[in-house]
């Protein structure tokens, strides 16, 4: 019911929608004498806030034309080289002049599945692309996979990590954003166990929340406080039709990103006036910076109810990796059997999402790996987005990770 009510009220406000656009031209048409006073551009602003805060915002595009790798501009395709219901795995092909090789480290990097789509991580794959071979999961909003597709949940989430790692048959970085953390850590864990000759070079996290009873975080205590039933009972909905994933049990996207405007509201109240304000001003650097974030920040997808839930319960309720309880498929979890894959954690020290110390706890339950295979870094003056996009990502962290995989790659041109 409560879908069916957020469609209702997406339809109820499409006549405002598509006046305040009509407006919205109508005031910018530089034939209008109007939009030259004043007061036209007020009009103007007022219209273009309306139409940009009841729309819904599609998923957006990489848009990486080009890097450069050395001294060259290369030209970038995205390939998809791995395909399942909930995810694809996208491959950032370089066009290389004169048919050379662009024989650099495999990163593969896991996405977060928690409400934003994998260009969230654009900075972070752009500022990887000239001096790695990039892979990313792009992870399927779950309104749009049919019920025949099947369920999707956390061991189906492992499985599919262990599926893409294999298909470079041991040469390859794994880079967890955030989220993954857990089910990548899970899934190196069991490779390892099961000695199996395709375990990755070496695991990077960034501000996993691996041990969330350390330096808990408001969202860390709200998922203790409420319990699992309570996300149960209070977010859980199914898709409505004639989306293609009609009756499909999920964690609607529109909820999630309540959510994350509830944390920060006056900021984004804030951002929404200096908007109005720069286009009065018809400030075009300020209007494009804001959009450029907004049309990212405010395209969500849905998530698989069982997903969620499962997450919301092993990870932030019950903490089972940490404690050494957790299983997948009847199988224990133990990251003691990590004994070849080196691992890197990195930290933001402002970071108000993943507690300071939660991703680096992985350093401390990897017991089985050497203290030269294990290296924790705290990026200095940055929060959660600081450590993989920016001024600061780029400069500071780009350089110790990329020394962190030469470091681990030994071996992996002759693979190549």
């Known amino acids: ?106 990163v593969l990097m896991v996405a977060p599945l928690s409400g934003h789509y994998a260009t969230l991580l654009r900075g972070t794959v752009e500022a990887m692309l000239p001096h790695t071979d990039v892979y990313i999961t792009d992870w399927t909003d779950a309104r749009l996979v049919p019920l025949r597709a099947g369920g999707f949940d956390l061991d189906d989430y492992i499985d599919y990590i262990i599926e893409m790692i294999e298909l470079f048959q041991g040469d390859v970085h794994v880079m967890g954003v955030c989220q993954p953390g857990v089910p990548v850590m899970a899934a190196v864990a069991l490779m390892e166990a099961r000695k199996n000759p395709f375990a990755p070079k070496s695991v990077i996290l960034k501000g996993s929340p691996i041990d969330t009873r350390v330096s808990p975080t408001g969202v860390n205590r709200l998922a203790e406080e409420r319990g699992t039933d309570w996300f149960r009972r209070t977010v859980v909905t199914s898709v409505p039709w004639p989306n293609a994933g009609a009756g499909r049990l999920v964690y609607p996207g529109f909820l999630q990103l309540t959510g994350f405007m509830a ?95 939660q991703t680096e706890a992985a350093v401390h339950l990897c017991t089985g790996l050497s203290g030269a295979k294990k290296l924790h870094y705290t990026q200095p003056g940055v929060g959660h987005y600081g450590i993989f996009n920016g001024s600061r990502y780029r400069t ?20 190549r």
């Not at 500071?396 to 693979?415: L, Q, T, Y």
Request: proline share 4%; hydrophobic share 40%.
């Open 263 to 357: 944390m920060n509201l006056d900021r984004h109240v804030r951002a929404h006036n200096d908007l109005f304000v720069d286009l009065v001003k018809g400030d075009g650097d300020s209007v494009e910076k804001h959009k450029e974030f907004y049309d990212e920040y405010l395209a969500v997808m849905d998530l698989a109810a069982e997903y969620y839930i499962q997450t919301i319960d092993h990870v932030f309720v019950k903490h089972l990796l940490p404690k050494g309880e957790m299983r997948h498929r009847g199988h224990a979890v133990n990251l003691s059997a990590i004994r070849r894959v080196a691992l890197m954690t990195i930290e933001g020290e402002k970071d108000d999402i993943t507690g300071h110390g």
């Open 1 to 106: 019911m409560l879908y069916h009510l957020y469609e209702f009220g997406h339809a109820a406000m499409s006549p405002a929608r598509m006046a305040a656009n009509s407006t919205r031209l109508m005031m910018r048409n530089p034939l209008n004498p109007f939009s030259y006073t004043e007061m036209g551009r007020n009009a103007a602003a007022a219209a273009e806030l309306v139409e940009r805060t009841t729309r819904r915002y599609k998923k957006p595009r990489f848009k990486l034309g080009s890097c450069t790798v050395g001294v060259e501009s290369v030209a970038i395709a995205e390939e998809v080289v791995w395909k399942k219901p909930f995810c694809n795995l996208i491959h950032f092909k370089k066009a290389m002049p004169d048919g050379a090789r662009h024989d650099a480290p495999r």
């Open 396 to 415: 500071e962290v780009v350089p110790r990770v990329m020394s962190f995989i030469a470091e681990n790659d030994a071996g992996s041109a002759a693979i």
